[in-house]
């Protein structure tokens, strides 16, 4: 309830409030509009899913929680894995580790891996970012890009993530990825080649990573 003011302070001149309620009004947009924006470059993008065409327009976050520009990879035929690592799948990183090494000798500028782990199956990682990135290179040696930890699935999800499963959805056309170590196969172009199960080996992934190598 607004207080009831004098009559003397009713009929002020209504000219003497307007510039404070302008600089007033003024400041606290500016602020909101920084803060708006201040939120927006720790964000991923672009700000809907639908609006992407390519894999390229996205910036998730890095282990630092820093801006990880997708753009950079333009070029490159890109791996993109979801991790955890106290999973049964979680050796994987032992072959995905070696394929990658592979790969780099032969064609140094030409590849990337991106890890994503992800704790939405079983709660199977479910350390810090820095918890996550000691024990992959303790364990498995990872070399390989492993970003900041993410959803893949529900209402949270990454948005890379999100347009990777409309771009190749699974069998029976199923979006959702299902467990831990899912692969998506980003070609030079930014277009999704292709998707594999966790069960799927990374030793067996070798031959499409090159024919996108060669494409």
């Known amino acids: 309830m607004k207080p009831v003011l004098p009559r003397s302070v009713c009929f002020q001149p209504a000219t003497l409030l307007l510039p404070r ?4 009004a003024t400041q606290h947009i500016n602020t909101a509009t920084r803060s708006f ?13 639908s609006s992407a065409t390519s894999f390229h327009e996205f910036k998730p976050l890095d282990k ?12 490159k035929v890109v791996l993109v894995v979801n991790t955890a690592s106290k999973c049964g799948f979680t050796p994987q990183f032992e072959g995905l580790e070696k ?6 000798a032969a064609h140094p500028n030409d590849v990337e891996f991106l890890g994503f782990p992800c704790n939405q199956f079983g709660s199977q990682d479910p350390g810090s970012n820095d918890t996550i990135q000691e024990f992959c290179q303790l364990n498995y040696g990872v ?4 970003l900041g ?3 893949v699935n529900g209402d949270k999800a990454e948005p890379v993530f999100e347009w990777m499963k409309a771009e190749q959805p699974g069998l029976m056309g199923l979006k ?16 999704v080649k292709g998707r594999w199960a966790s069960t799927t080996k990374p ?5 499409p990573i090159e024919a996108a190598l060669k494409a």
């Open 21 to 24: 309620t302008t600089a007033f």
């Open 203 to 207: 030793e067996a992934l070798k031959a």
């Open 64 to 75: 630092k929680g820093n801006v990880y520009d997708l753009s950079k990879l333009k070029g």
């Open 37 to 49: 924006f201040k939120f927006r470059k720790v964000t991923s993008s672009p700000a809907t899913m």
């Open 99 to 104: 394929l990658y090494k592979d790969l780099k």
């Open 149 to 151: 930890k993410t959803d």
């Open 143 to 146: 070399s390989f890009p492993v």
């Open 176 to 191: 959702r990825v299902k467990w831990n170590f899912e692969k998506f196969l980003v070609g030079k172009d930014g277009k």
